[in-house]
Structure formats: structure tokens, C-alpha cells
């Protein structure tokens, strides 16, 4: 299994302001993803974070609304840029473990943007 | 690409009884089936998944059945208990391919 955490677990924002979501796993993985939860909305995929490369983003997502990084194998980070409400979300970071590639969650992050 | 459709929405169940939770998928390729339960504030988190070469898995009160000539796999509960209250999501995933895709997720609830 894997252990993720996530920084911050919650904040409230101010729109036209970005926020960087960090994202820490216990072990090195391969694949890492980041996922958006509207209330009471079932999991939508953002973008795969690849490591040592540009993230490969999902349709309807983009680089400059929610730029992703990947230092290494343990770590990437979320941004979301120049917020609006309908930014508010949950924000949860995902990794794939072992040759069977089992899927893990993080706690999320909770973002009210006002 | 894979769809996947789950039912019910919502489900309430009297405590102590069994709780069943289906869900369809679209693409023949699939073959890793994962279910998530998420409570209230807290992420999702994996509680049983099942591979394509096995017909039916178990984990004390919980197991899942595949049925891959019809594309469905159901969640199983057994003796609902209050702390099995959780909205759960199934998802799917094809050899070869990366990205999980979700159900729309079940609120069950357990009626004490």
C-alpha cells in the first residue's frame, strides 16, 4: 500500500489568487495523479503527473489553469491558478503501486474559493 | 473510452442486513475493478478490488463478484454495521492503460 498526504487539507481563497496544493507519498511511485471531487460529484482525472516530464492533461484541463510539477518519485504539486468559485472543489492526489498497479487516495484537499 | 454506470444512487438499509451495490462497464478490456469507500471529509479509500481472472473475491463482510461475459461487477456487504455509512464509488480500468474510470458513486446509509 501507499501513504499520501496532502498540504493544505482545507483552505478558503480569494478568486483571481492561486493555490499550491502539495502531494507526498511514503514510498517511490510511478504513476501519480491529480483528480477534482465537485460536491457531491463523483471523481473527475485532471492530469497523470509524469516525472521528469511535462504532466499529460485531461480533456477540458489545462497547463495554465492547473500547472502540475513532479521533482521526483514521492512528490508533485498542484496549482490552480487565478481562481473562481467554481474552482471550489476537492482536490485529491492519487499514485498506483506494485506490478498490479493498485490505486491509492490521498485525504484531498478542500478549497472554497470566494 | 470505458463508461461505467452505477446503481443505486442512494441505498438505506436496515442495520444487520446486507447491502448490494452494481455497476456496468462498456469496455470488453477491462480487466482490474477497484471499489472505494470515501466517508464524509476523508478521501476515497480502497476497500476490495478483483482482477478479470476471478469470478469472485471476499474480505470478511465484504466481497465482489465479476461477471465479465454480462460487464458487471457488484459490491457485496454483509451484516451492515452504522460504520459502513459511506458513499462508495466502483471504477475500471483496461490492460494497458493508466486511468481509473469511475461509477457516479452510492450513498448507502445504515438505518440502527
Known amino acids: 500500500s501507499a501513504v499520501i498526504s496532502q498540504k493544505p487539507s482545507r483552505d478558503i481563497c480569494q478568486r483571481g489568487t492561486s493555490l499550491t496544493i502539495q502531494c507526498q507519498v511514503d514510498s517511490q511511485v510511478t504513476m501519480m495523479f491529480w483528480y477534482r471531487q465537485q460536491p457531491g460529484q463523483s471523481l473527475t482525472l485532471i492530469a497523470t503527473?509524469?516525472?521528469?516530464?511535462?504532466?499529460?492533461?485531461e480533456s477540458g484541463f489545462v497547463i495554465d489553469k492547473f500547472p502540475i510539477s513532479r521533482p521526483n518519485l514521492t512528490f508533485s504539486t498542484l496549482t490552480v491558478s487565478n481562481m473562481s468559485p467554481e474552482d471550489s472543489s476537492i482536490y485529491l492526489c492519487?499514485?498506483?503501486?506494485?506490478?498490479?498497479?493498485?490505486?491509492?487516495f490521498g485525504p484531498g484537499t478542500r478549497l472554497l474559493v470566494l | 473510452g470505458e463508461n461505467v454506470e452505477q446503481h443505486p444512487s442512494t441505498l438505506s438499509v436496515q442495520e444487520g442486513d446486507s447491502a448490494v451495490i452494481k455497476c456496468t462497464y462498456s469496455?470488453?478490456?477491462?480487466?482490474?475493478f477497484p471499489w472505494y469507500k470515501q466517508e464524509l471529509g476523508k478521501g476515497p479509500q480502497l476497500i476490495i478490488d478483483?482482477?478479470?481472472?476471478?469470478g469472485e473475491k471476499k474480505d470478511q463482510r465484504i466481497a465482489v463478484t465479476l461477471n465479465k461475459t454480462a460487464k458487471h461487477f457488484s459490491l457485496h456487504i454483509t451484516e451492515t454495521q452504522p460504520e459502513d455509512s459511506a458513499v462508495y464509488f466502483c471504477?475500471?480500468?483496461?490492460?494497458?492503460?493508466?486511468?481509473?474510470?469511475f461509477g457516479t458513486g452510492t450513498r448507502l446509509t445504515i438505518i440502527p
Open positions: 492519487s499514485v498506483t503501486t506494485g506490478s498490479a498497479g493498485t490505486q491509492y
Open positions: 503527473a509524469n516525472q521528469g516530464s511535462e504532466a499529460t492533461y
Open positions: 471504477a475500471a480500468r483496461s490492460f494497458g492503460n493508466e486511468k481509473l474510470t
Open positions: 478483483i482482477r478479470s481472472n476471478v
Open positions: 469496455d470488453s478490456a477491462s480487466n482490474y
